[in-house]
C-alpha cells in the first residue's frame, strides 16, 4: 500500500504488482479478473468509478501494443491547459495517468506530478 507520507512512484508501483503477481498465482488471477480492485487495494484509496483498469498477460502467441493517451487532445478540448499538458508529458501509461488525474480531478494520496 501506498503510504501518504511517501511519494508515488509510477514505476516502482507497476514493478512491485508484477513481481507479486509472478510469484503468487492467486494474486496474479485476481490481477487478471479484477485490476482496477487489486490497484485500489494497493493505493489504498478508490479510483474514480468511470475509470477502467485492465490487466493482460502477454504469451507465445498474443503480443498487444500499448498506445498513449492522446493529451493533445484533452488540451484541444480544453480538459487541460498547455501548462498541465506539459506536465503530463512524457513517461509511463500508468504515471500519465496518475498525474493526468491528479491535474483533473481525481488525486492519488502521494503522487508527485
Known amino acids: 500500500m501506498t503510504k501518504n507520507s511517501q511519494a508515488f512512484n509510477p514505476q516502482e508501483f507497476e514493478k512491485r504488482i508484477i513481481d507479486k503477481a509472478q510469484t503468487d498465482a492467486t494474486y496474479k488471477q485476481r490481477l487478471l479478473s479484477n485490476a482496477k480492485a487489486v490497484f485500489e487495494e ?3 484509496q478508490k479510483l474514480p468509478a468511470d475509470l477502467e483498469v485492465q490487466a493482460l498477460q502477454q504469451s507465445m502467441k498474443k503480443l498487444y501494443l500499448l498506445l498513449p493517451m492522446q493529451v ?3 488540451a484541444r478540448n480544453q480538459v487541460l491547459s498547455e501548462e498541465e499538458l506539459e506536465a503530463v508529458a512524457g513517461g509511463g ?3 500519465t495517468l496518475l498525474r493526468l488525474g491528479a491535474l483533473v480531478g481525481f488525486g492519488i494520496t502521494g503522487v508527485s506530478t
Open 93 to 95: 501509461a500508468l504515471g
Open 72 to 74: 493533445d487532445e484533452l
Open 42 to 44: 494497493e493505493l489504498g
